[in-house]
């Protein structure tokens, strides 16, 4: 098989929840576990960082392995979803995964995988451990796909976890309460291995406290620490004014992005305190500076291959995307919409199906004409069913069947000093980087 073919007979052949939804989320390690004995065990290799968490779990591994990478080390990075190519959910300094190498892993271990029937993300999560010890990795930042507790890639014993928050999401699968899916996030927390827990309430804060009590872990809450003194928009992103690490300009600019900045150094604290921001990856046998950290965090777009982060894709009119696609990341997204000084507002959107499509709307500005469509997922929401609702709610906008055609016609309608916002779902920012820019 052609590379093309090889990703299609993922796509296809196997349960993916991205296209699926329920039907294709598998609960439980026993398909993980059994890839990786079949594997021999291939993430014992090298260190691992866990990442979990409601939203900015992405922005944070990238953001790590930014720093990491700058330090020294070679740093394997695992995320998901892919937004233009499959290749980006596996990278080892920046750089995706080999396309032979995906299709070789695929014709050498078929015979041993189709009768297991593993899901898309299982595979793929396999496929991610063994290409990293066959690059000799030094560390893998590893992100959750869903939940923590049963998710495929907690198998792994992590020097280090970090959960950067709860919120009410994939609730048909994690709990009906912040509770219940603290629950399944603090499900990565290892006996006697640190953890960093970016934002709480009460009620999630017991949770952590009692998980981490019982496995005898190490817990920081980066919400009490205050990293970040102050942030400011700078010509250069953000600029924070920080405790340990000086003045940082961080590349990614969406409002949320400083509560996750305040968890990132409070986990790269942790990581100088273990020992591992100073091996012989660095000049000099001392901790590395800030210069390092300073460096990850302007430069983690190039170092890591990040898209759809308040992601700029045209200057005039200004054109952002942005993958925040629930209710949580939607509080800051519209907050970030408020303030955008324009003419006049055009946002192209659409959404999933196993969204709280109505707490969402809810929080869309009501001053834009909206561009209502849906990404090439089965999961999409019928674009004529987001303009019914939107009519009820006040929002004014008209239908698009696809994501170019509703881009297109924001594009053509906007005059050089309008704003041109594209999200509502990481798909929709998928479609529109890969057939529109």
Avoid at 201 to 225: K, W
Wanted: charged share 20%; aromatic share 10%.
């Amino acid at each position: 098989m052609t590379y093309q073919e090889t990703c299609e007979y993922l796509y296809n052949q196997l349960p993916m929840f991205e296209k699926q939804g329920a039907g294709g989320y598998k609960e439980g390690l026993e398909n993980s576990h059994a890839l990786d004995e079949h594997l021999r065990h291939p993430h014992k290799k090298y260190l691992t960082i866990h990442v979990a968490g409601t939203n900015g779990k992405g922005s944070c591994a990238h953001t790590l392995s930014a720093v990491l990478q700058m330090c020294g080390y070679k740093v394997g990075l695992y995320t998901s979803p892919h937004l233009v190519d499959f290749s980006e959910r596996i990278r080892v300094n920046g750089q995706p995964i080999n396309e032979e190498y995906v299709v070789e892993f695929v014709e050498k271990h078929k015979s041993f995988f189709e009768p297991l029937k593993p899901s898309f993300f299982e595979l793929t999560t396999a496929m991610a451990f063994e290409y990293f010890a066959d690059m000799n990795v030094d560390i893998a930042v590893i992100e959750v796909g869903l939940g923590g507790r049963l998710d495929c890639t907690n198998i792994i014993t992590p020097i280090l976890s970090v959960i950067t928050n709860i919120g009410m999401d994939h609730t048909q699968f994690l709990g009906n309460s912040l509770e219940q899916i603290a629950m399944e996030k603090a499900g990565i927390i290892k006996k006697n291995t640190p953890v960093v827990i970016g934002e709480t309430t009460p009620e999630t804060r017991m949770v952590f406290e009692a998980i981490a009590t019982e496995n005898h872990s190490p817990i920081v809450f980066a919400e009490d620490q205050k990293q970040v003194i102050s942030a400011s928009f700078g010509p250069k992103g953000i600029e924070y004014y920080t405790k340990s690490f000086g003045v940082i300009n961080g590349e990614l600019n969406g409002l949320y992005q400083e509560h996750n900045t305040n968890t990132i150094l409070c986990a790269l604290q942790q990581l100088e305190s273990l020992g591992y921001m100073h091996p012989v990856k660095c000049q000099a046998n001392t901790p590395c500076q800030n210069r390092e950290v300073q460096k990850g965090f302007a430069h983690v777009c190039s170092l890591t291959g990040l898209k759809g982060r308040w992601q700029k894709v045209n200057e005039a009119p200004l054109t952002i995307c942005d993958t925040g696609h629930n209710v949580p990341g939607w509080k800051y997204l519209s907050e970030q919409l408020k303030s955008v000084k324009c003419d006049k507002m055009h946002i192209v959107f659409g959404m999933v199906d196993d969204k709280d499509i109505h707490g969402v709307m809810e929080l869309l500005p009501k001053n834009a004409t909206y561009y209502f469509t849906k990404a090439n997922n089965k999961r999409a929401i019928s674009e004529n069913v987001l303009k019914l609702y939107a009519q009820g709610i006040g929002l004014e906008g008209e239908s698009y069947p696809d994501v170019k055609s509703a881009y297109d016609a924001a594009k053509a309608a906007a005059d050089n000093n309008d704003f041109v916002f594209v999200g509502g779902s990481s798909y929709v920012v998928a479609d529109l980087l890969k057939n529109c820019i």
